[in-house]
Every structure is written in structure tokens, then in C-alpha cells.
């Protein structure tokens, strides 16, 4: 493990614990040669499907990309970090559980925007007004008449 301050390789670890969720291994480490310290956490890794993306591509199924977006549609909402991670392990654990090889971006998308849906009616129309790139603001009217008629029922 490199240093993040001097790229040093050598370096002792500190302490070890559980993650909060049991998920991880959290390590505290000091570079030996510039005595600094960081945290390191240890995953079991999963074997995820690939994503196909809209326009054909195929790449590796990036968690990272799933947080950006749950954070950029719950910015300055009332929700807790918490309820986000929660959102974004479901959605991961959804595609592990997918059968087959690849998955479609279109169902990782409908995955985050049901979760978002059900925790917060704002952050799902943000997101969901980037996912669908409406072109308009009729087509945004039109989903946000369909989300409050099915809220409705």
C-alpha cells in the first residue's frame, strides 16, 4: 500500500476493526518514511456484471459512479448518509444477484430511482430528470404528474 503523501511503500499498520456495517476491514497505518497516517479499508471483492451502457459500450460496474449520482440528487435534502449507503448497497447487491453476465445501465438507473423514490420525492426527480434527460419541461411536469398520481393511489 502506498503512502497517499510520498508514494512510500513501507509502511506498519496501527490498528485494525470491523466497519460499522461488518463489511470491511478498517486499517489505520503510518508510513514509515514520512511518518504520516491513513486509514486503508479492506473489502471482500465481489464479482459484479458487466454494465452495458446505452449507446452499446461495455464497462466494468463502478460503485463510485451509483454514490456520485445518490449524492448529487440528495444535496442539501434532510437525508442522512446513512439512508444513502443504504440506497447504494441495495442497488449493488441487486447486481450481484442479477443472473447473467453482463447488466443493462437502463436497470441499475430504474434500481437507484424506485430506492430514491420510496425515501425522498425531490431527490428522485432530480435524478431521475438527469437519468431520463428530459428534454423539456413538459416531459419533467408529465413525470412529476405521474409520481404524484401513483403517490395517490
Known amino acids: 500500500?502506498?503512502?497517499p503523501f510520498c508514494a512510500n511503500a513501507e509502511n506498519k499498520v496501527i490498528d485494525?476493526?470491523?466497519s460499522k456495517d461488518g463489511k470491511a476491514i478498517r486499517r489505520r497505518r503510518e508510513c514509515?518514511?514520512?511518518g504520516k497516517r491513513f486509514t486503508t479499508y479492506e473489502f471482500v471483492?465481489?464479482?459484479?456484471?458487466?454494465v452495458v451502457k446505452k449507446d452499446g459500450r461495455r464497462e466494468v460496474f463502478d460503485r463510485?459512479?451509483?454514490r456520485n449520482g445518490?449524492?448529487?440528487a440528495c444535496e442539501k435534502r434532510p437525508i442522512s448518509m446513512d439512508a444513502m449507503e443504504k440506497i447504494i448497497e441495495n442497488v449493488e447487491q441487486a447486481c450481484q444477484e442479477f443472473q447473467g453476465e453482463e447488466i443493462p445501465s437502463t436497470v441499475i438507473g430504474e434500481k437507484v430511482m424506485n430506492q430514491?423514490?420510496?425515501l425522498d420525492g425531490v431527490a428522485y426527480v432530480r435524478f431521475a430528470s438527469v437519468y431520463?434527460?428530459?428534454r423539456d419541461v413538459g416531459e419533467f411536469i408529465a413525470e412529476l404528474k405521474d409520481m404524484l398520481s401513483k403517490d395517490k393511489k
Do not use: G, H, N, W
Not at 471483492?45 to 458487466?50: A, N, T, V
Open 132 to 134: 431520463r434527460q428530459f
Open 64 to 66: 463510485l459512479k451509483i
Open 1 to 3: 500500500m502506498k503512502c
Open 45 to 50: 471483492e465481489d464479482i459484479l456484471p458487466m
Open 116 to 118: 430514491l423514490k420510496a
Open 70 to 72: 445518490v449524492m448529487k
Open 32 to 34: 514509515l518514511a514520512c
Open 16 to 18: 485494525s476493526r470491523i
